[in-house]
């Protein structure tokens, strides 16, 4: 199985600051006859169902805000909130849908400093 | 609009079957996988399987091989996620979503398995 770490467990950010989650594959999600990450980020709000963020490493998701964005490849990849709302409060989790079975990062949580 | 919309919340005993079910609509049910996803209190989500609706082809994490049964009725749009004997450990809240990523969630079923 494709191990997913993701740093840090939690983060703490004033509003309109910069927040970074990393995540590290144990192996490479980029497939070669394509060239694309098969990695993907989702947030996950209290009460409510996951949703869908960014696929392919760095493609927004339809009505995403730009705020989102998402880079990397191969094992290494993070995702950056440029500027931290209030309604960003989350938990946050990579997924790589490289090979089955498909897993996600252990979940990071962004709160408001 | 695309939706998934999952039955109700479940309290069972260990030891019962339950079947849990996610209708889609909006989309072409039988041109997508379908799967579902685990996630304990407090814990984070793990994928457990997924099928395809066009031929019933299933896939599913290792981990939980023999431990479920997902399977579909396509002539109802609906998926189905199975025990047939409950155990405390599944208490859980889980998911149905629509591959590949996961674009489109399911509200979420908590089955709470308690004697």
């Known amino acids: 199985d494709i191990v997913m770490t993701q740093s840090p467990d939690s983060l703490a950010v004033s509003l309109g600051e910069r927040a970074t989650i990393n995540c590290k594959s144990s192996q490479s999600v980029l497939h070669r006859f394509n060239n694309q990450n098969y990695l993907a980020w989702y947030q996950h709000k209290v009460g409510q169902s996951p949703k869908l963020l960014i696929y392919w490493a760095s493609t927004r998701e339809s009505g995403v805000p730009d705020r989102f964005s998402g880079i990397g490849s191969g094992t290494d990849f993070s995702l950056t909130i440029s500027s931290l709302q209030a309604e960003d409060v989350a938990v946050y989790y990579c997924q790589q849908y490289f090979s089955i079975p498909w897993t996600f990062g252990q979940g990071t949580k962004v709160e408001i400093k | 609009e695309v939706q998934l919309v999952q039955s109700g919340a479940e309290v069972k005993k260990p030891g019962e079957s339950l079947k849990i079910s996610c209708e889609a609509s909006?989309?072409?049910?039988?041109?997508?996988?379908i799967g579902w996803v685990r996630q304990m209190p407090g814990k984070g989500l793990e994928w457990m399987g997924m099928?395809?609706?066009?031929?019933?082809?299933?896939k599913y994490n290792p981990s939980f091989q023999g431990r479920v049964t997902i399977s579909v009725d396509k002539s109802i749009s609906t998926a189905f996620l199975q025990w047939s004997s409950l155990q405390a450990s599944d208490t859980a809240m889980y998911y149905c979503?629509?591959?590949?990523?996961?674009?489109?969630w399911g509200q979420g079923t908590l089955v709470t398995v308690s004697s």
């Open positions: 099928i395809f609706p066009d031929d019933s082809e299933t």
């Open positions: 909006g989309y072409g049910f039988t041109n997508y996988w």
């Open positions: 979503a629509r591959h590949q990523p996961f674009d489109y």
